[in-house]
């Protein structure tokens, strides 16, 4: 027997196809692994493995989901998902909208806006219009999206 019928014999050692091994070929592979070091240690290696496979060496991780849904169902019966502690409250969500608002508006009264007006005339309008457009429309998706529950119950929705 050579090494490489060695170590096919030492793999099917766990097929199930080959459950009962014949006396001769165990006895061949005896010998062979008497004499052979490297296969003696090929076989040592494979039995280590196989150990290691049959033992649950990865302790068992504590069960992540349940814990967090667990935590999520709670925090909505308490009513606490929707306003985080630290966020803002309403009163300051429309304080900032009403400073957004004036310091936006405030541009048309800069100096440099009239300059800038004139030589770009009126297409400079539209950009600029587009921009607080987008950035009113965007603080209010952003304030009703934050604040659903409230406003749901304020208005009865
Ligand atoms: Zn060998």
Wanted: glycine share 8%; net charge negative.
């Amino acid at each position: 027997m050579n090494c490489k019928n060695a170590a096919d014999r030492i793999y099917e050692i766990d097929d199930p196809a080959l459950k009962e091994p014949g006396i001769l070929r165990r006895f061949s592979l005896a010998l062979h692994i008497l004499f052979c070091s490297r296969c003696a240690v090929r076989l040592e290696h494979y039995e280590e493995a196989r150990f290691l496979l049959g033992t649950s060496f990865f302790p068992p991780s504590p069960d992540f989901e349940s814990a967090l849904m667990s935590r999520i169902c709670s925090e909505e019966e308490a009513g606490q998902i929707f306003d985080t502690p630290g966020g803002f409250s309403t009163k300051g969500w429309v304080i900032v909208g009403l400073i957004v608002l004036l310091s936006l508006s405030s541009l048309f009264f800069g100096k440099d806006f009239a300059s800038v007006a004139l030589d770009q005339g009126s297409s400079f309008l539209l950009p600029l219009g587009i921009t607080i457009g987008i950035f009113l429309t965007g603080y209010g998706a952003l304030f009703i999206g934050s604040h659903l529950k409230e406003l749901s119950e304020r208005f009865k929705l």
